[in-house]
């Protein structure tokens, strides 16, 4: 039998089934270890979904029933997984040399949108001065179980850090208290930007290089950084950006070829390995792009459409009002006539990509624009370069 997180099944697992008297059976412990590696660790119930292929068999022969590709279903399935000591808690943070190991005022890491048994990474950008260094900068992170109490507990996993305290390694296993042994305290000794990664998951920690932005080489522009798209960052560990993409790119952390290059390691997926082959898009275009360096994941979603939308512009708040793309689809113009009101720009005609807070530096999920004014106006928003922007020149 095969299980999907989705219908589609993008994403197959395979699970031992028997069948008799027309009832496909699953071992309960085949489930549940198909189903956490392949689908979620999480303890919730959720959805997923199962097809099984059908089989003749008379003696030792067996014939298929159906095409190769033919399969029964798919049926829809809610799972409530085996109870499991594996726990991730909601939010974790970073104290020590940064907040004075006040428990209390631990600086909580980031984390995505996903459940955090489908993305067990946590992480924060932390800059580390020459005198910290010099003297070392000390650090440990606790769940936030203990952050709510506002001291420190002594209980299995209520703090994690290191094996040997003092260890100044910059990569390695996070080890948990337990309730009568305190785990080490990390200690770096290197000065500069670094973001912390923790993935509770692999019970694993790392300090590497914060990075500023993400260029984005390619046969759109000839694999040239400098006329590469840039993405921006406000975490260090999640970037965004537009970027005008053919069909095969890579991610870089420098201008040049000297940083970390990131390529194909699967759909969606990002190596660091320098031999890792070339990212790609369905066809050429302009794209919203999503960077997780920490997770070392991508999303890259076509720009079909950008217009203005608000009670501003002629079709209100109801439908955008379309611009027209440059060639190399980084700018956009076009003659709108504005009322009063506020108005904001807008992709594909849905708020998932969308730019506002002020004409000298557009934000995704900025705030509404104001009207220029009554009159009808030559717009150029500019997504060629950071920061985002656009003019207006009344006609």
Known sequence: MQISADEN???????????????????????????????????????????????????????????????YGPFQLQVLPIPSSFVIEQNYYLLGTVNGWSVAQAIKLNHSDKDVYDDPVFSIKVDISAADAASGWWWKIVPESTYAT???????????????????ALSGMLVGRTATEDCGAGCLKVQGPYLLTINLEEGTYKFEMAIDNLYTPGDSNNWSHAASQLLFTKDYANYYGYANLNSIFKFTSAPNWGGINYGNAGEGVLSTDGGAGNLTVA?????????????????????????????????????????????DNLVWTGEVTFGAGEFKFRANNE?????????????????????????????????????????????
């Open 9 to 71: 099944f993008s994403r197959i697992a395979e699970v031992p089934a028997t069948v008799a008297n027309n009832t496909v059976t699953v071992s309960p412990d085949d489930l549940q270890g198909v189903y956490q590696s392949n689908i979620s660790k999480s303890p919730k119930q959720r959805t997923i979904w199962a097809r099984y292929a059908a089989y003749a068999v008379k003696d030792q022969a067996s014939v298929r029933i159906g095409d190769p590709d033919y399969f």
């Open 150 to 168: 506002g001291n420190w507990v002594d209980a299995d996993n209520a703090a994690f850090g290191v094996a040997e305290n003092g260890d100044e």
């Open 283 to 327: 066809e050429p275009g302009l794209y919203w792009l999503h960077v997780n360096l920490a997770a070392l994941t991508y999303e890259a979603t076509l720009v079909k459409t950008i217009g203005l939308v608000g009670d501003a512009t002629p079709n209100g708040w109801g439908a955008s009002t379309a611009l027209t793309p440059s060639a």
């Open 351 to 395: 708020w998932a990509i969308n730019l506002g807070g002020s004409m000298d530096d557009l934000q995704q999920d900025g705030g509404n624009l104001a009207s220029p004014g009554a009159g009808t106006y030559a717009v150029t928003l500019d997504l060629s370069k950071l920061p985002y922007t656009c003019t207006m020149v009344k006609k």
